[in-house]
């Protein structure tokens, strides 16, 4: 019964974010594209859900025309997503950014890797994986096999991850000395006078932060477990494993819903001797 009910809300979740997304990249695509050039060398999405991600990387145009993702910018991407309503939107996307796409098959039966004749012989691989990283036991053999990543990406997946303190420790563990965690991600309403705050637009904060804690449980049972009440910055920033932390805030006035949708957005950087 349980299963029937997570298969069902995995699907209701998908078929609302393949409307929502659309709306939500017009609103963030400016501060996507200000963090999105740390992005390279072997890359893990964690939550990519259709990959909206892939339209700001470094792309180049190819012999036949096509505008692909760069081989010498990014090598290799996996994409690690619970939902696997959201597989055939993230295959077709990987696609036409030029990725030649592969699934993992100890947690991904039956989906069709890209046929043998791959979309360009450089073309670097997209290998999607289910799981998530909430939990150090059940991290995917696949992607500790791939592992250390250069760049591990989140956007927008940190407000929906069960234990996002748990999924930020393992995130510092899969990276490479040196490698980046990129992020853009909704959290709670900074407080009044907060330093990051690059766009204030006079949003009242105190007011706006109780409203996102009281919306929070009904908002996460309609949105797939999102919480618009996390200080999402602030849990990345703290985790010990970093040798520098650079993240902004923002209080967008686009619309109602974007005034309990702050974003904090930025890079990680691991520290290049990790002590215990
Ligand atoms: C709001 S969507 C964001 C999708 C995409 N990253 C974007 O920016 O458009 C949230 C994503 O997080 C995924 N997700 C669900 N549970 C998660 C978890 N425990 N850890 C990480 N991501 C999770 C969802 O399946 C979904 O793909």
Redesign the pocket.
């Known amino acids: 019964m349980t299963n029937i009910f997570a298969t069902a809300y995995d699907w209701i979740f998908s078929a609302g974010?393949t409307i929502e997304?659309k709306r939500?990249n017009r609103k963030v695509d400016v501060y996507r594209k200000a963090i999105w050039p740390d992005i390279q060398g072997k890359v893990l999405e964690?939550?990519?859900?259709?990959a909206?991600?892939l339209r700001h990387l470094t792309h180049m145009t190819a012999t036949d025309g096509a505008y692909v993702v760069d081989p010498g910018v990014v090598h290799s991407y996996t994409a690690l997503?619970?939902?696997p309503y959201?597989f055939g939107g993230l295959h077709k996307n990987a696609e036409e950014n030029g990725f030649r796409v592969a699934y993992d098959d100890a947690t991904t039966a039956g989906h069709q890797s890209t046929a043998a004749a791959a979309p360009r012989d450089n073309a670097p691989q997209f290998t999607i994986v289910r799981g998530?990283?909430?939990d150090s036991n059940c991290i995917p053999q696949a992607i500790l096999d791939e592992a250390p990543y250069d760049t591990i990406l989140t956007?927008?997946?940190l407000c929906?991850?069960?234990d996002p303190k748990a999924?930020v420790d393992n995130i510092i563990r899969l990276l490479r000395p040196g490698g980046a965690h990129v992020f853009i991600e909704h959290v709670r309403q900074p407080p009044p006078g907060d330093e990051r705050v690059i766009e204030d637009n006079n949003v009242n904060a105190v007011l706006w932060g109780k409203i996102q804690d009281w919306l929070t449980p009904a908002w996460s049972f309609i949105g797939?477990?999102?919480h618009l009440n996390r200080c999402t910055g602030e849990t990345i920033a703290s985790a010990k494993g970093w040798e520098r932390v650079e993240y902004k805030n923002v209080r967008p006035v686009i619309d109602l819903q974007s005034r309990i949708m702050p974003l904090s957005f930025g890079k990680a950087i691991k520290a290049e001797v990790t002590t215990a």
């Open positions: 974010w997304s939500n964690l939550g990519p859900g259709y909206e991600s997503e619970p939902n959201m998530a990283l909430d956007s927008f997946s929906t991850a069960r999924t797939h477990g999102c």
